[in-house]
Structures are given as C-alpha cells and as structure tokens.
Nanobody, 121 residues
C-alpha cells in the first residue's frame, strides 16, 4: 500500500506565504510525477503545479511567479511554496502522486486527503 499525506495548510492574510508538503510512503518501487491540485467550493478541481522525477515543472497560469514546486526524490516528498497569496487561492489543496508500487509493473495514481488553505484578512 502507498500512502500520501499532506501538511502545511492554514489561515494566512493576503500577501502572506505558506509551504505545503506531501510525502508518499509505503511499498513504493518508483515515483513519477507528483503534483498539487486545488478545489474551491463550487468549483472543479484544478491542477496548480506538478513536477516530474526529472524536475520538469508545470504551473497554472494564475500562480506563475508566486508558487514554486519542488521535490526531494530521496524522501518521496513534494513541496509547494506559495507566496503573495490571494483570497482566490483559498481552496483545499490535494497532493497527487503517480507511482509504481513494489511488486507491480503498473503505475497507479494516489491522492492525499487534502489540506485547507484559507487566505483572508
């Protein structure tokens, strides 16, 4: 089994910063792409940023220049540094991990339970 656990959400004022972390653990053979998605009330889940095992990144246009995704392959952990936060960034942030569990030849997609980010004065 593979577990994905996020941490680092919370309440922050507009213009503030937060750092989210997501760790994948368990019987893992390899981790491919890791990423962050978010879902605001009444809206569809959207990709915020993702990063491949080789370090290639992809960002939602509205967060470019404010958010930075990074990963530590040795720890199977991905981070999202969020700066200059805006009220419209308020959402539940989910970590998505694509990887191959030990003993398998198939890639699976694993989701964390989500962490709330609220940007408000």
């Amino acid at each position: 089994q593979v577990q994905v656990v996020e941490s680092g959400g919370g309440l922050v004022q507009p213009g503030g910063s937060l750092r989210l972390s997501c760790a994948a653990s368990g019987s893992i053979f390899s981790i491919n792409t890791m990423g962050w998605y978010r879902q605001a009330p009444g809206k569809q889940r959207e990709l915020v940023a993702d990063i491949t095992s080789g370090g290639s990144t992809n960002y939602l246009d509205s967060v470019k220049g404010r958010f930075t995704i990074s990963r530590d392959n040795a720890k199977n952990t991905v981070y999202l540094q969020m700066n200059s936060l805006k009220p419209e960034d308020t959402a539940v942030y989910y970590c998505k991990t694509i990887g191959t569990p030990a003993g398998s030849i198939w890639r699976n997609t694993y989701w964390g339970q989500g962490t709330q980010v609220t940007v408000s004065s």
